[in-house]
């Protein structure tokens, strides 16, 4: 399995953690990721925000360099993934569109090719008995509760490898690690987003109602996809009893043995290493 | 212009102006047809900025409708949605309120009407100044933008701010160096473009 791989520009900064685990774990199963040379933001909640056109020019040049490459592309951040696919599906609808994209980027896109999440393509393409195959330390005892937020499922006529409403592919995964998880009201439930400088209250009541919801359900961690959600998530609990949000691919890498795993929870604001440790994972 | 009283809640009512050609510019600019909503509810019930707003996303379709314009354009709803495409998800006529929220809030800028949650659109102005210097977002710089621009910060803000950022430079989760790609004029000219049809 090979890739036009986008890793966008949270993975090279604030969730570091999230990128290096993505390439490793892709590493281990065998998809092979060949970075879209030369990429660039792809404009997140702003572009769209802004300016119609810049929400799709910026997706649009990327998706053009990686159909030179032939390939389809791969993206792990959640939001990074609906703005990509979004500029990609409207393409292969209209010919107009492609034509004024051609015009914005100074460069064809003939949407020929897909744009996939990681989840979507570990879970539903390479299967997860190739998951459990690779797993060396079960994460057995670890209670989770899988975080979908908004992106990875809707809008369903743009993202639709899961349920909107009640998602599973994670759940699954999670499962297949060795992990319990824990059946929750909140997995796709908004964070709020990028409100966090202009709003942080607002942010801070969605947060900590999700927080309170995994932890009722009984979870020790939440799992998330996304960059945003993380940081909205991780950087601002406040109190003793913090709970640890951790990126599924942080969690694949422990149970597949990965060394040095422990350079990306080192990132976390909210340390899981308490929790791991009691469950002998590290 | 016209003079229409809606109620906003069962015991209040308002006078306010209305243009007829509101609905069909909203219309036209977002391809969001919003004649066919019929006050369900549902996106308000699953809308979870709702209780922040001051008119709910039924009652921004409903204004929209009646083509009451300056209602809309000066709500707190069109800079608070938070986008997050649960309306559209479960609307039983799959109106695209988050577009729709788009299409509002870029007429408001682009008409000058003053925003009345100003931070929200600094926000995403500053969020935006990166990428257009270097390609890919620039975390400090966007966040020393906002703080300059939106001077909402109290001083116990800015501390509590300030030291999360330490805590993520300690861990380095931010980058001091800004990104840069390579082909920037690409990045350049695709503003211009996208930018020209805007005006400021
Ligand atoms: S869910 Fe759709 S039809 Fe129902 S009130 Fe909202 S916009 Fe109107
Ligand atoms: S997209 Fe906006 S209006 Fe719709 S539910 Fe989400 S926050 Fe509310």
Known sequence: MKYAFYPGCTQESTAEEFGSSSKAVCQKLGIELKEIPDWNCCGASSGHFLNDELTHALPGRNLAIAEKQGLDTLVVCAACYLRLRSTQREAKESPEFRKRLAELIDMPYEAKYEVKHLLDVVVNDLGLEEVSNRV?????????????????????????????ENPTTMDRLLESLGAEVVDWGGKVDCCGGSLVLSRTEIVLKLTGDLIKGARDAGAEAMVVACPMCHSNLDTRQSGKDRLPILYFTELMGLAFGIPKTDSWFKKHLVSPFNLLKSHDLI | ??????????NESRQLKSDPLFREEVEALSGVNISRCYQCFTCTLGCPVAYAMDYRPNQIIRLCQLGLKDAVLGSSTIWICASCESCVTRCPNEIDIPHLMDTLHQIALREGVPPKEPAVPIFHRAFVEPIRRFGRQYEIMMTVLFILKARKFSFKDLRTNASLGLNMMKRRKLKLTPPLIKNLAAIEEIFEKAESGEQK
């Open chain 1, 136 to 164: 060396k330390k079960p994460l057995k005892g670890l209670k989770l509760a899988a975080y979908y937020g908004c992106y990875l499922v809707r809008p369903p006529k743009i993202v639709a490898f899961d349920d909107p």
């Open chain 2, 1 to 10: 212009m016209q003079l229409t009283s809606v109620s906003v809640t069962k």
